[in-house]
């Protein structure tokens, strides 16, 4: 059922990127009109000669050598067990079952639409437009689970490499020509495909840059407290905690004016934010393989992201103090928390509006978004209840749900003129933990059950402009969380962040 809805989605997004498909085949005809086009945008410019032909052997050489390439690596230089491929598979690979697999976190959310966009950018830096692209992820993706995996090809894999690359890839395509500008080296390092695909087509990407129109970087510390309350169960687990300390750096891009931006090129404008968290443990830990450090540490990796698809700018919603944008934006979203997962993948509607006062302006942005597919975590994953009633927590035992459902975000912001602010986030998530997919064991056997998450995670904050590019702030955020299942114990959540910080406002 999920499967055949993919597909439904599948078609649309499609849809989507073929409404710039033509304009986009005429863009790559002649560097000449290229160039006639780019240099009538105010803010961008053209950076690379690129003739504008399409190279398929290129694109199709570079899928190929990534996938053998790592094939063999996980054959012979690691001896993965799961590589070690044969005629038994590529014999009859058409009869292989698709399932759900219980792999890795980070490895389902983060490391496969990586490997996704190594697809799709070695397309797109062999010119061809975003929907081939795409087609050459969805073929890449198909022939790692059914070629290069003696695991069962894996529907979640199949989702996140193709949807879930072309979330990233883009974003990483284009902040790639964005880096050139400070040296090929990091563009390079942004987008590693480019090592392949200037090595046969022997120039650079086609793209512009000067298209960055805010840049951040921001260091804090902080701390966490946590409650849970697991309804009707009387164990040994700690309902409260403390991660006494954290540091934490973080970068913010938002890649063109999000507002009153009218385009149908897909991820045109988007936002992006990464962080990374480590500090000192609660104490408290899994038994995993390594229970001391999981004790002792403290950690948080976020990608939070949005893009737009289809924009408009109406008329009548923008004026010269208001600029207002609406359309299509798909988003992605992953939280890997001490104490929590959460992740999601998600197309949409995005209404995004600022409004400039005499001394200030005031921005906000609403997104209402159906999540495709997302996880979160089972229970209070990270921690050990008694074994008589969550069993294989090592081993078949895995630590997170898959779900659908639905997603919002919503963001305000007043500004002064010299850049000192007041603000306000939320995201909150109805996710539906669909049959078969409570990812754990109880008393012994598969929780086959349904369930609801509800989740929310609110923060505000102030900063203050020392100058033009240094900033100080402090902020709170709130995630709390309140799952039900069908016949399992009720657990509720709540994680309060305090942190302070300082901020280089780049641009």
Known sequence: MVLRKFFVFLWCFLFILQSSFCEESEFLESSTEIQSEIESEEKSSFLHENDGKKHYFTAIGGLLFWNVGLMTYNRYAIGASWAQVGWDEWGSFWK????????????????????????????????????????????????????CETNAPSKNDMIYTTVGAFSMGEMLYRLSLEA??????????????????????????????????????????????????????????????????????????????????????????????????????????????????DKSLFYQIRIISNGMLISRAPEKWNTLDTQTTVGAVMEYDFDWHSFYLLSSLAPGFAIKQRREFEKIDFEWQAHLAAILLGTSDFYYYHRDFDQTFVEGRNGSGRSYNYTIGAQTKLNAKIKTKDGSSIFADFRGYAMYDFENQLQQFVNGENATQTGWDFIGDFSFGAEYALTKIVRLGASDEIYAKFATYKSLNDVSQVVNTVRVYGKLQLK
């Not at 996704?116 to 797109?124: E, F, K, L, P």
Request: charged fraction near 15%; aromatic fraction near 16%.
């Open 180 to 293: 050139d500008e400070i040296h090929d080296a990091l563009g390079i390092l942004v987008n590693p495909t480019r090592m392949w695909t200037e090595l046969w087509t022997r120039q650079k990407p086609l793209g512009t840059h000067g298209n960055i129109d805010e840049l951040s970087l921001r260091f804090s510390v902080g701390s966490v407290a946590t409650q849970t309350n697991l309804a009707g169960y009387v164990g040994d687990y700690p309902q409260n905690e403390i991660f006494p300390v954290f540091a934490s750096p973080e970068l913010n891009i938002v890649y063109k004016n999000p507002f009153g931006h009218d385009s149908n090129d897909p991820y045109s404008q988007f936002e992006l934010n990464l962080g990374g968290s480590v500090g000192k443990g609660s104490g408290y830990g899994a038994q995993c393989a390594y229970p001391e450090t």
């Open 96 to 147: 292989r079952k698709l399932e759900w697999d219980n792999d890795w976190y980070w490895t389902n959310f983060v490391l496969h639409p990586y490997q996704g966009t190594i697809y799709y950018n070695v397309a797109r830096g062999s010119n061809l437009n975003r929907i081939e692209s795409f087609g050459l992820t969805v073929l890449g993706s198909a022939m790692w689970e059914y070629f």
